[in-house]
């Protein structure tokens, strides 16, 4: 109450001061915005323009403050704008700093199913095999037949069971539903020709065929080596929009179970995953714990320098990974032992 307070277009030194004072000492008051600006250019003496005082009661008092001086001269030690925007926006960032300050960490939690030694083993030189290494961490990659003929693509349908799906083998093709690169559900002989045809038309006679499973929100799980802060596990919405904007969240390795679940719900596009106009919520819960499992390989295997999993089909009832590739190279040096934080 009484805030914002204006000591009057004619104020000179004392009354500023006396302001800021009161402000400084009232614990109603948490951080403070002081703008000094004279009505009209040259209204006031170089002697009055010096303000260089007027702040000494908000320092002591420990609160965070913001100074925009449009005259005079500024504070030694205060954070000064030359704009109230910019002084704001500024003060909100330390706001919002201070409450991440003040969080739970969370907690790295145990995961089942995870086999370092056979992770280490599927890095094969500078290769790797994504299904194996994944496997080892306990995340399953939907498996696929390559197919360079309509016979051969025939062949691997029968193998996989009916109906199945035809995509195109380019590394860039794989998810593209939107470039007509994937055809799906194809549940005969007679729709997977057709399909065949019109892709080796259009992109080539190598091919891939994956058995059918249930739709679900497209998404997509990276792994980066960043120079700066190490390996770092990015979330995103799988689809040509998100992937424009860069609609990526990321999180430092190793990832805690808050890190996983903020890694979900923070991309623009999150509000696909809780049920948007009707939809049913996918299992999040699921997701978070891919997260947790990539974050374990990346602080276990120092080798993969890179990891994509594109796309990974969100549902109710769970998810399924359709494809994996991964990166391998030298592992870098990684001094710090402690935790990292983006």
């Given at each position: 109450?009484?805030?914002?307070?204006?000591?009057?277009?004619?104020?000179?030194?004392?009354?500023?001061?006396?302001?800021?004072?009161?402000?400084?000492?009232?614990?109603?008051?948490?951080?403070?915005?002081?703008?000094?600006?004279?009505?009209?250019?040259?209204?006031?003496?170089?002697?009055?323009?010096?303000?260089?005082?007027?702040?000494?009661?908000?320092?002591?008092?420990?609160?965070?403050?913001?100074v925009t001086f449009l005259?005079?001269?500024?504070?030694?030690?205060?954070?000064?704008?030359?704009?109230?925007?910019?002084?704001?926006?500024?003060?909100?960032?330390?706001?919002?700093?201070?409450?991440?300050?003040?969080?739970?960490?969370?907690?790295?939690?145990?995961?089942?199913?995870v086999d370092r030694a056979?992770?280490?083993?599927?890095?094969?030189?500078?290769?790797?095999?994504?299904?194996?290494?994944?496997?080892?961490?306990?995340?399953?990659?939907?498996?696929?037949?390559?197919?360079?003929?309509?016979?051969?693509?025939?062949?691997?349908?029968?193998?996989?069971?009916?109906?199945?799906?035809?995509?195109?083998?380019?590394?860039?093709?794989?998810?593209?539903?939107?470039?007509?690169?994937?055809?799906?559900?194809?549940?005969?002989?007679v729709a997977l020709r057709?399909?065949?045809?019109?892709?080796?038309?259009?992109?080539?006679?190598?091919?891939?065929?994956?058995?059918?499973?249930?739709?679900?929100?497209?998404?997509?799980?990276?792994?980066?080596?960043?120079?700066?802060?190490?390996?770092?596990?990015?979330?995103?919405?799988?689809?040509?929009?998100?992937?424009?904007?860069?609609?990526?969240?990321?999180?430092?390795?190793?990832?805690?179970?808050?890190?996983?679940?903020?890694?979900?719900?923070?991309?623009?596009?999150?509000?696909?995953?809780?049920?948007?106009?009707?939809?049913?919520?996918?299992?999040?819960?699921?997701?978070?714990?891919?997260?947790?499992?990539?974050?374990?390989?990346?602080?276990?295997?120092?080798?993969?320098?890179?990891?994509?999993?594109?796309?990974?089909?969100?549902?109710?009832?769970?998810?399924?990974?359709?494809?994996?590739?991964?990166?391998?190279?030298?592992?870098?040096?990684?001094?710090?032992?402690?935790?990292?934080?983006?």
């Open positions: 109450e009484g805030y914002p307070r204006d000591v009057g277009p004619h104020a000179g030194v004392a009354e500023f001061t006396a302001a800021l004072a009161g402000a400084a000492a009232d614990d109603r008051v948490d951080a403070l915005v002081a703008v000094f600006a004279p009505p009209l250019p040259g209204q006031l003496t170089v002697e009055e323009a010096d303000v260089t005082a007027a702040l000494p009661a908000t320092l002591a008092a420990g609160k965070p403050t913001v005259a005079g001269r500024v504070p030694a030690g205060l954070p000064a704008y030359p704009s109230v925007e910019e002084a704001v926006r500024a003060l909100g960032r330390v706001g919002r700093y201070a409450g991440w300050l003040r969080r739970e960490p969370g907690t790295v939690p145990e995961l089942t199913g056979a992770g280490r083993a599927a890095l094969r030189g500078d290769t790797a095999d994504p299904v194996a290494l994944l496997a080892a961490y306990g995340v399953e990659v939907v498996g696929s037949a390559p197919a360079g003929s309509v016979d051969e693509a025939l062949a691997a349908a029968d193998r996989c069971g009916w109906p199945v799906a035809l995509k195109a083998a380019a590394p860039g093709l794989r998810h593209r539903l939107d470039l007509g690169a994937v055809r799906l559900d194809l549940a005969d002989p057709r399909a065949y045809a019109d892709l080796a038309a259009g992109f080539g006679a190598q091919v891939l065929v994956q058995p059918m499973v249930p739709p679900g929100v497209a998404c997509v799980v990276e792994l980066r080596e960043d120079p700066a802060f190490g390996p770092v596990v990015g979330f995103g919405l799988g689809g040509v929009a998100t992937e424009l904007l860069g609609d990526r969240a990321w999180r430092a390795v190793p990832l805690t179970d808050r890190d996983a679940a903020e890694l979900v719900d923070e991309p623009r596009a999150s509000p696909l995953l809780r049920g948007h106009r009707g939809a049913a919520p996918v299992d999040r819960a699921a997701l978070a714990d891919l997260l947790l499992r990539v974050g374990r390989l990346a602080d276990e295997q120092p080798r993969v320098r890179a990891l994509t999993l594109n796309p990974v089909l969100a549902r109710p009832d769970g998810i399924a990974v359709l494809h994996a590739a991964v990166g391998v190279g030298t592992a870098g040096a990684r001094p710090d032992t402690g935790p990292r934080r983006l």
